[in-house]
């Protein structure tokens, strides 16, 4: 499947632990990636300084849901199941 325009739930929902550009420490749990472009793309697609967490991430039909919200609500569970804590 493609990644769906205008969703960017992906770069919002989750925790980041490696740097970013911008975001030297990471990214938290539902804080919007600050290379999450206005029309929800990632600023630094196809740049070498995108985190491999990033590049490596593919759409699937569980993490991408049905709609923008059903994958910030789908990803924020993992969130919450998967924190170390
Ligand atoms: S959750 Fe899926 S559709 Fe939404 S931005 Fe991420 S990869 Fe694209
Ligand atoms: S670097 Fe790009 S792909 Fe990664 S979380 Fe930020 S906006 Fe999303």
């Known amino acids: 499947m ?3 325009p205008g969703c960017g739930a992906c ?3 989750p925790s ?3 740097p970013i550009p911008g975001m030297p420490h990471g990214k938290p749990a539902g804080i919007p990636c600050v290379q999450l472009r206005d029309d929800d793309r ?4 196809g740049d070498p300084s995108r985190p491999a967490v990033c590049r490596g991430l593919r759409p699937t039909p569980s993490m991408c849901g049905s709609g923008r919200g059903a994958a910030l ?3 924020a569970e993992l969130e919450r199941l998967t924190r170390p804590d």
């Open 2 to 4: 493609h990644c769906r």
């Open 16 to 18: 980041i632990s490696s």
């Open 42 to 45: 990632c600023a630094l697609f």
């Open 11 to 13: 770069c919002i929902a």
């Open 73 to 75: 609500a789908g990803l």
